[in-house]
């Protein structure tokens, strides 16, 4: 079966009952995505799916085929120059150095990436609503509340600054 993984067609061995979790890190070499629970609890394992933040470890290759899958290696995008540029929330979690172990963070990154799509300016406890099923055996609860607040601010700026002239922005 073919899958939609970060933009690129990938062909895949594994049947449509196999779960996604382990296509990515088994079959495809896309390790960035964790396995913690198997069992849809943690959120380590976190893609995003059209957009909605999915638990790779319980979601079968038959509900996502056809759709984007988009793992943390795909967050980022490239500008018209060829240049790397992170997610904001991928800045925000660097700038405010949230990781430990760093085991959740592509589970917590792409939760919130998700989140702020669908609520681009939440309150503090919309964040810890949003991100209460995403677990941290270290504990970085606060920083990633902060990060994604951080975030936020940042995509809200730059929306800001796409929609003024090109004489204001200079
Ligand atoms: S490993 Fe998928 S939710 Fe825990
Ligand atoms: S940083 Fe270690 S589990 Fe979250």
Redesign the pocket.
Known sequence: MNLRINGTEREVAEGSSALL?YTLRDELGMTGA?????????????VLVDGVAT????TPLAVVEGKEITTIEGLAQQDASGAVRLHPVQQAFIDAQVPQCGWCMS?QILTAAAFLQTNPAPTEAEVVAAMGEN?CRCGCYHRIKQAVLAAAEQMAAQVVAATLPTEVRA
């Open positions: 979790i964790k396995i913690g629970c198997a069992a849809g609890f943690c959120g380590v394992c976190t638990r790779a470890c319980i589970g677990y």
